[in-house]
């Protein structure tokens, strides 16, 4: 028996060095910059309805946020794994990395969700960077184990079609008659649903983010693996031999398929963020993939004839964010988490300097968004010169 350490190929993939994709990065940092506009609302009973989630099924600009930045983790799985290839790593060494990469942001995520007191009795162990890193950990796994194409798309149908089915069809313990969905409780009825139900019974209500559910469950994390897979695609589309400009027509037409078949499948399981239902998988995913098209024809393919001298300034703003993603998403939550737990009077710094913006502005949304625009303005600062303007890029 041979001894030799196995590494993967994929024969669809460039040959020679991998390059960076600078539209990746800038979508990144768009997206960590509205990320965080959205989630430090001033007041988010004042913010403007775009700013907010939907309250239920239904569909916010925000509500675009968390699944493109999981739709780029599965993009650049396929890129990050090709360049370690190039620098020589095996399937061994690529599989380790992935379990210290999805640990490190599993811990990351509990310092996120509990900072800065770190309750044992009421932690939540569910969140942003926990799913993320159940995803990357399934979905990188998956791919360095089988590098084809095919099998992804395939097991992008069986997430969304099994948890529609888990959805629609599995009968809710303890809800009223048999507790089944559309003939004895209302389909995504939000208490009595198998993915609630199941979350209220890992956890109890004091680790839950919303008391009876949490939108970053167990349950509903299947259909959030399709949204790192269809990243994974895109991943692999992007390391194909087609020419840049073409890649980006060919992400325009899976963006357009995607969103057509979100709307379709809405009319029967609604687009729905708090539950990531299959339509909103597609819907959000499609919208993901049209930034995406449109950032590879703004920053790559305009590139190739653009002089590095005139490039524009809103690069760099978005490059601060884009290029140290988890030290600025987490910077703003624990910074915000340390705000809260300031107290001035009665309230929280955070209150405070809110209702201070509002005594010199009438409206209540738009002094909202003045104090959001100020805090994301405060993280990039801290991460441009801590970070950027040093030429430090955290990598996990």
């Keep these: 028996m041979s001894t030799q350490t196995q590494t993967i190929t994929a024969p669809s993939l460039e040959t020679g060095r991998s390059r960076r994709l600078l539209s990746i990065d800038l979508l990144r940092g768009l997206t960590l910059g509205f990320m965080i506009l959205v989630n430090d609302n001033g007041s988010e009973k004042a913010a403007y309805w775009a700013l907010n989630h939907a309250t239920w099924n239904g569909f916010t600009p925000t509500d675009l946020v968390f699944p493109t930045f999981l ?53 939540r162990y569910y969140g942003v960077l926990p799913r993320i890193a ?86 509903s994390t299947i259909p959030a693996l399709g949204t790192a897979l269809i990243g994974l695609l895109t991943g692999l589309w992007l390391r194909s031999a087609y020419r840049i400009a073409e890649k980006a027509k060919g992400i325009l037409v899976a963006a357009v398929a995607c969103i057509a078949l979100g709307v379709l499948w809405n009319f029967t399981f609604p687009i729905n963020k708090r539950l990531w239902t299959s339509s909103y998988t597609l819907f959000a995913g499609g919208l993901s993939l049209l930034l995406i098209a449109s950032f590879i024809w703004v920053a790559d393919v305009r590139a190739e004839q653009e002089p590095a001298t005139q490039r524009s300034p809103w690069r760099t703003f978005l490059l601060v964010f884009g290029t140290n993603a988890i030290f600025s998403y987490v910077l703003s939550e624990v910074l915000a988490s340390v705000l809260d737990s300031i107290h001035i009077g009665r309230i929280g710094l955070h209150e405070w300097l809110y209702e201070f913006i509002h005594r010199g502005v009438a409206d209540a949304a738009f002094a909202s968004l003045l104090y959001s625009l100020a805090y994301v303005g405060l993280c990039w600062l801290i991460v441009y010169f801590a970070l950027y303007r040093r030429k430090i890029f955290l990598k996990i």
């Design 134 to 219: 159940l995803c990357y950990l399934i979905v990188a796994t998956y791919y360095i184990l089988r590098p084809s194409w095919r099998d992804k798309a395939w097991a992008l149908a069986g997430c969304l079609v099994g948890y529609w089915a888990l959805m629609r069809f599995v009968p809710v313990p303890g809800a009223p008659g048999a507790g089944i969905p559309t003939r004895d409780v209302p389909l995504l009825d939000p208490y009595w649903n198998i993915a609630a139900y199941t979350d209220r019974h890992i956890f109890s209500a004091p680790h839950l983010y919303e008391g009876t559910r949490d939108p970053e469950g167990l349950l």
């Design 71 to 123: 739709l780029l983790v599965g993009v650049t799985i396929v890129l990050s794994t090709a360049k370690r290839l190039e620098q020589g790593a095996n399937k061994a060494s690529l599989l380790l990395h992935v379990v210290k990469r999805a640990f490190i942001l599993f811990l990351l995520g509990l310092v996120v969700n509990s900072s800065p007191f770190f309750h044992l009795d009421t932690m």
